[in-house]
């Protein structure tokens, strides 16, 4: 039995084949409704997913993608005044701090969490080590395209990951998105 053969490899290619299908469709709907925000920004999250916020005609929007391998859907929502806050993200390393797979690398970050309409709460972490993030202009948004991505990749794969450095350019880049 080949790698390709594998059940699971079948399983995983059929979760990304219908995220991909429910983002071209959520993809033509934002075309439909004239959805077209300058820059966006994305934050890679821990159910295999990702969060995005932008500004378009005035307003705050999020979108939140459905995890890898769930029944849900990419969700827009738009706010004349967000409620958003801020929270300092450390983790100390443990053990040898990762060296030669011993112990567990430290994380440090900020996650920016947005409470959305129905009360309940989503996070856009940008903490180094443990996700990553990009930040998009209108002809590059890959969450936008109406047509298909080549081999059902998901969007979180384009995303850098947090090192030191990046991690200093995304919060920098984060301020300018959230309101004070």
Do not use: H
């Not at 959805?35 to 916020?53: H, I, K, S, W």
């Not at 059902?152 to 995304?170: F, Q």
């Amino acid at each position: 039995m080949g790698l390709f053969n594998n059940p699971e490899e079948q399983a995983r290619r059929a979760k990304l084949k219908a995220m991909e299908d429910r983002r071209v469709a959520f993809a033509q709907r934002l075309a439909r409704e004239g959805f077209a925000p300058e820059r966006m920004l994305f934050a890679q999250t821990a159910n295999g997913g990702y969060a995005a916020v932008c500004r378009e005609k005035g307003q705050f929007c999020l979108i939140v993608s459905p995890g890898l391998g769930t029944d849900e859907d990419f969700a827009l929502e738009r706010f004349d005044a967000p409620r958003c806050r801020v929270q300092e993200v450390y983790v100390a390393p443990e053990g040898m701090g990762g060296i030669f797979g011993f112990g567990k690398k430290s994380e440090r970050g900020m996650e920016y969490i947005v409470t959305r309409l129905d009360g309940s709460e989503v996070s856009l972490p940008f903490v180094m080590g443990r996700n990553g993030w990009m930040e998009v202009t209108l002809a590059r948004n890959p969450l936008l395209k109406t047509q298909r991505r080549r081999n059902d990749a998901n969007i979180a794969w384009d995303m850098r990951p947090l090192d030191g450095a990046e991690l200093e350019k995304a919060l920098r880049v984060a301020k300018t998105y959230f309101p004070e």
